[in-house]
């Protein structure tokens, strides 16, 4: 198969997750400080995917006044592939911007994920929008090597993304 014809996953994303990914990117953000962590995923069924918990890796962030920026340690990458349970892969990276949501140029050039389908989910406020749910923030799918904005859909207390 091509990667123009693998088929997307559905993913859920249940209220834990989303509760855990705002307390982090929260704390973080009182400091003025982006932050940025990876949802991991089990297969339910078929294209199907639910969330199992999110890894907040050992980072490092400045606020310089011209510019938020967040980055990973070495030390938080082989965290990320220790606390990776099996059955479960990384599909989404979900990540705190100071103002509005959106794909920044930064966001472009330096993926956390890299493989068709991931998705990239940008919350504004310092992680303040996820208290409204995914809805507010602004949800990315890479898509044949580009960053293709996506809109997820509640579902009872989830939050889906694909089109399940």
């Known amino acids: 198969m091509t990667s123009a014809t693998v088929r997307q996953l559905t993913l859920r994303i249940g209220p834990d997750v989303l509760h855990a990914a705002e307390a982090f990117l929260t704390d973080r953000g009182a400091d003025g400080l982006e932050a940025a962590g990876l949802v991991a995923f089990r297969a339910r069924s078929g294209c199907d995917s639910i969330a199992e918990t999110l890894i907040a890796p050992d980072q490092v962030a400045d606020n310089t006044g011209l510019g938020c920026w967040v980055q990973v340690t070495e030390r938080g990458k082989r965290e990320l592939a220790a606390r990776l349970q099996a059955g479960c892969r990384y599909l989404a990276r979900i990540h705190s911007h100071p103002g509005r ?13 890299t493989h068709e389908g991931a998705i990239s989910i940008v919350v504004p406020y310092f992680g303040l929008g996820l208290r409204r749910g995914l809805g507010v923030c602004a949800v990315y799918r890479l898509t044949a090597g580009r960053w293709m904005p996506t809109q997820p859909r509640a579902d009872g207390n989830d939050w889906v993304i694909g089109s399940g």
């Open 101 to 113: 949501a959106f794909h920044s140029p930064a966001d472009d050039a330096n993926p956390a994920l």
